[in-house]
């Protein structure tokens, strides 16, 4: 009998509207794409495919959700986590053009998809970026004025009195109000996802890892008790991928971030520490980021470990953040407290490609994971389906290994943190 994988303890898992367990992969089954990973890249690709007409199957390893989808700030944030200007100047002014013309597009279908199947995920609309420093508060004017360039034009600066009045704190000295962004409970947004799929005849299995790949024209998965036998695989399994795909593995690093949620607020309280009810993300190289649940708690979290895992106290690293930025509540009870990781990539871009013809994968969204896994979900069915302009448009993207190979790609990056970080400490 297979042990049943519990979620993390948090927030999320406790709140979650859908407790189902899915079966294990116990039998040999095939279908027109296999899909590894049930996070918000299977699950969205697993959608797009299913209402193109295939026949899908998703792989997960633990539970839906148990890994960054399910763990994760929440927030919708636009563009990716190295922005198109990034882009342009790296890749040339033609691939600047194609990925910023996509820059908007995933937080766009992940509300479509609230409104087409009817999703309880507590959406909010609106997002701010919070400048420290008045080099930060210039930098989100030169966002303002890239971003227009690509037609997002709902978009407010906000000087020092504005944000005051969005913010009840005195860190900040202007911000960028994106009334496009906004923040859901991510996990149920993957759970309604979930059950649209199924809806549609898609099959998800939980405790099914994926162990060994046969990497032929029709595509083998072996789990333990079972194998999937696919005209296509998609590997979507991101941080918790272990060594399952070597060469993905030497491209990226998992990170691990860290929330936490206070006790339930006064009304009145929490709504006065963000009166519009906007999530936020301060502008430092190491951010802080937070808003308000619907049952009126402070969710706020920060701070990256390079290898992946947790501090030795999630509270008392987070506790030090939140009093700094809200002096207000100060001792406040935190009744939760997880950690999760992401995956970094070298160029901070998500990586798209293929192994083979018929494998695709996609991973590495540096912190950028809630919107361009919904994009990522539309490119693959676009590309499976005949038109792979827009995913090979992200494939072309080069990618390379952490300087020092995965022993080094720690401390490496650690130092790099270390100077950006001593920059935000100084404001410049």
């Given at each position: 009998?297979?042990?049943?994988?519990?979620?993390?303890?948090?927030?999320?898992?406790?709140?979650?509207?859908?407790?189902?367990?899915?079966?294990?992969?116990?039998?040999?089954?095939?279908?027109?794409?296999?899909?590894?990973?049930a996070g918000f890249t299977g699950i969205s690709?697993?959608?797009?495919?299913?209402?193109?007409?295939?026949?899908?199957?998703?792989?997960?390893?633990?539970?839906?959700?148990?890994?960054?989808?399910?763990?994760?700030?929440?927030?919708?944030?636009?563009?990716?986590?190295?922005?198109?200007?990034?882009?342009?100047?790296?890749?040339?002014?033609?691939?600047?053009?194609?990925?910023?013309?996509?820059?908007?597009?995933?937080?766009?279908?992940?509300?479509?998809?609230?409104?087409?199947?009817?999703?309880?995920?507590?959406?909010?609309?609106?997002?701010?970026?919070?400048?420290?420093?008045?080099?930060?508060?210039?930098?989100?004017?030169?966002?303002?004025?890239?971003?227009?360039?690509?037609?997002?034009?709902?978009?407010?600066?906000?000087?020092?009195?504005?944000?005051?009045?969005?913010?009840?704190?005195?860190?900040?000295?202007?911000?960028?109000?994106?009334?496009?962004?906004?923040?859901?409970?991510?996990?149920?947004?993957?759970?309604?996802?979930?059950?649209?799929?199924?809806?549609?005849?898609?099959?998800?299995?939980?405790?099914?890892?994926?162990?060994?790949?046969?990497?032929?024209?029709?595509?083998?998965?072996?789990?333990?008790?079972?194998?999937?036998?696919?005209?296509?695989?998609?590997?979507?399994?991101?941080?918790?991928?272990?060594?399952?795909?070597?060469?993905?593995?030497?491209?990226?690093?998992?990170?691990?971030?860290?929330?936490?949620?206070?006790?339930?607020?006064?009304?009145?309280?929490?709504?006065?520490?963000?009166?519009?009810?906007?999530?936020?993300?301060?502008?430092?190289?190491?951010?802080?980021?937070?808003?308000?649940?619907?049952?009126?708690?402070?969710?706020?979290?920060?701070?990256?470990?390079?290898?992946?895992?947790?501090?030795?106290?999630?509270?008392?690293?987070?506790?030090?953040?939140?009093?700094?930025?809200?002096?207000?509540?100060?001792?406040?009870?935190?009744?939760?407290?997880?950690?999760?990781?992401?995956?970094?990539?070298?160029?901070?871009?998500?990586?798209?490609?293929?192994?083979?013809?018929?494998?695709?994968?996609?991973?590495?969204?540096?912190?950028?994971?809630?919107?361009?896994?919904?994009?990522?979900?539309?490119?693959?069915?676009?590309?499976?389906?005949?038109?792979?302009?827009?995913f090979d448009a992200f494939a072309s993207l080069?990618?390379?290994?952490?300087?020092?190979?995965?022993?080094?790609?720690?401390?490496?990056?650690?130092?790099?943190?270390?100077?950006?970080?001593?920059?935000?400490?100084?404001?410049?």
């Open positions: 009998m297979t042990t049943r994988t519990e979620h993390t303890g948090s927030y999320y898992a406790d709140s979650r509207n859908d407790t189902l367990d899915r079966p294990t992969l116990n039998d040999k089954v095939e279908t027109d794409i296999c899909i590894i990973g690709s697993a959608l797009h495919l299913a209402e193109a007409g295939f026949k899908v199957v998703v792989l997960e390893a633990a539970r839906i959700g148990f890994g960054a989808s399910g763990r994760n700030g929440g927030q919708l944030v636009n563009s990716y986590s190295r922005d198109i200007d990034v882009i342009e100047k790296n890749y040339g002014q033609d691939l600047g053009k194609a990925l910023g013309n996509m820059a908007f597009e995933g937080a766009d279908i992940i509300r479509q998809r609230i409104k087409k199947y009817n999703i309880d995920c507590n959406y909010q609309a609106g997002g701010i970026f919070a400048a420290i420093t008045n080099r930060q508060l210039h930098e989100l004017k030169q966002q303002q004025q890239l971003w227009q360039r690509y037609g997002h034009d709902d978009l407010h600066l906000l000087d020092k009195n504005e944000i005051g009045e969005h913010i009840a704190s005195e860190r900040y000295v202007g911000g960028l109000l994106d009334n496009r962004g906004g923040h859901i409970h991510p996990l149920n947004l993957l759970l309604g996802e979930v059950k649209a799929f199924e809806t549609l005849g898609g099959k998800v299995y939980e405790d099914s890892a994926a162990i060994r790949i046969e990497r032929q024209p029709q595509p083998i998965v072996h789990t333990a008790n079972g194998q999937v036998k696919a005209k296509y695989l998609l590997i979507a399994g991101n941080a918790y991928m272990a060594n399952l795909v070597p060469e993905l593995a030497a491209k990226s690093m998992p990170c691990g971030t860290q929330i936490i949620t206070t006790e339930v607020l006064d009304e009145s309280i929490a709504n006065s520490l963000i009166p519009g009810g906007q999530c936020v993300e301060d502008c430092n190289y190491k951010l802080d980021y937070y808003r308000l649940t619907q049952d009126h708690r402070l969710l706020y979290g920060g701070g990256v470990t390079y290898g992946g895992g947790d501090p030795a106290s999630i509270e008392r690293f987070i506790r030090n953040h939140l009093e700094q930025t809200f002096p207000q509540l100060k001792g406040v009870k935190f009744d939760y407290a997880w950690g999760g990781d992401f995956l970094l990539t070298m160029s901070r871009l998500p990586q798209f490609g293929r192994l083979t013809d018929h494998i695709y994968y996609a991973q590495g969204y540096s912190g950028h994971g809630v919107t361009t896994t919904h994009l990522a979900g539309k490119l693959i069915a676009e590309a499976i389906g005949g038109h792979a302009q827009r080069k990618h390379f290994p952490f300087p020092g190979g995965r022993l080094f790609r720690v401390p490496y990056t650690m130092m790099g943190a270390v100077y950006y970080g001593l920059r935000d400490k100084l404001g410049i």
